[in-house]
């Protein structure tokens, strides 16, 4: 599980829930209709506005949101493309055909075997770049439609705002009509609020910066491949790729792998 969403999901509910109990009754917040006309109406407008499966995958991205992100360990990827250079240096490209076998990460198993098959460089770029870029491209189109989701979720809590003024100026001779009228004008206008407010659009910047992540992995392992393909020695291939990597975690790969260097020569 993704503690930090888990926690910040309940701990925000309760601080609402509480918030609520404080200032009156909890029962008047549960409306039906108010649900009925706010996540109904967003839904079937998101599934209006975008194809059923982008829309299948938001509700695969909210279940994802809670649960533990997938860890890129990015100081292990540049030293596996270190090792995997020096091999290719020192005892030629097709030496590493039988370590393919041994790479776990689809994604760099398949650059390497271009790389071994003697592809052309270009060639493997285009390639390579067009998985990241369609990568990328997919999940834009489900946090576009999130994003929908959590803009329209809003406007739907105003069209019930409305539905229940209407029904309450119509009914103004029957005050047993004005309670429920208002329950629906008001609290759309909440469900709208909250929904996109506290879950949609948090769940949006979430999976920006899982996505992120995923795509700098998918760099660096696009890099690498092309950089062992061209035979670039692999200390310009660990500087080059270091730099995608923030100052701290750069003194610590160097700091790693002094020690490791040391110890080697010991």
Known sequence: MDNNTLIGTIVGALLILVGIKLSGDLGIFFDIPSMMIV???????????????????????????????????????????LMTADVARKEGILALDSRIAEIEEPFMARGLQMVIDGVDVKVIEDILDTEL????????????????????????????????????????DDPSSIGPNMAVALITTFYGAVAANFLLIPYGKKMDERSKAEQLYGEIIARGCL?????????????????????????????LHLSEELGQGG
């Open 227 to 255: 950089f062992i393909a061209a035979g670039v020695h692999p200390r310009i291939i660990q500087e080059r790729l270091l730099a995608f990597m923030s100052e701290k975690t750069r003194v610590t790969f160097n700091e």
């Open 39 to 81: 996540f109904g109406g967003g839904t079937c407008a998101m599934f209006v506005a975008y194809s059923y499966e982008t829309v299948m995958n938001v509700f695969g991205l909210v279940k994802a949101a809670y649960m533990a992100p997938r860890e890129f360990n990015y100081m292990k990827l540049i030293s596996s493309i």
């Open 133 to 172: 870029d369609s990568r990328a491209n997919r999940h834009g189109d489900v946090k576009s439609a999130l994003d929908f989701l959590g803009s329209v979720l809003p406007g739907f809590g105003l069209i019930g705002t409305i539905i229940g003024l209407i029904g309450l100026l119509g009914n103004l």
